[in-house]
Nanobody, 125 residues
């Protein structure tokens, strides 16, 4: 089972990036809620966004609300994070994750079973 994150890079403040997360192996993302987390140097990993099974419902960290959009395509086994109006404080390694615990929006990393390897996003000022 693998989650492969991609799409990171270097962008100027105010710019945009789109991250992708591809699931392979035995995992079918339609069975999981999917999320993005990030970890900046010297900081704890933090929740960014989560999307529920059908893609109709999503939740965001306050710091990215209105700028980032999480989406999923179950037919392609893919999850995306569209990031607009990027700020230097968005600089981090971004991870996708999959979980199946009961309940609604899960923002704790402990509620996730599978993790991607991370993709670096750097926003210059």
């Amino acid at each position: 089972v693998q989650l492969q994150a991609s799409g990171g890079g270097l962008v100027q403040a105010g710019g945009s990036l789109r991250l992708s997360c591809a699931a392979s192996g035995s995992i079918r993302i339609s069975d999981y809620y999917m999320a993005w987390f990030r970890q900046a140097p010297g900081k704890e990993r933090e929740f960014v966004a989560v999307v529920l099974w059908s893609g109709a419902n999503a939740d965001y960290a306050d710091s990215v609300e209105g700028r980032f959009t999480i989406s999923r395509d179950n037919s392609k086994n893919m999850v995306y994070l569209q990031m607009n109006s990027l700020k230097p404080e968005d600089t981090a390694v971004y991870f996708c994750a999959a979980g199946r615990k009961p309940g609604s929006f899960h923002s704790s990393e402990y509620d996730y079973e599978y993790w991607g390897q991370g993709t670096q996003v750097t926003v210059s000022s």
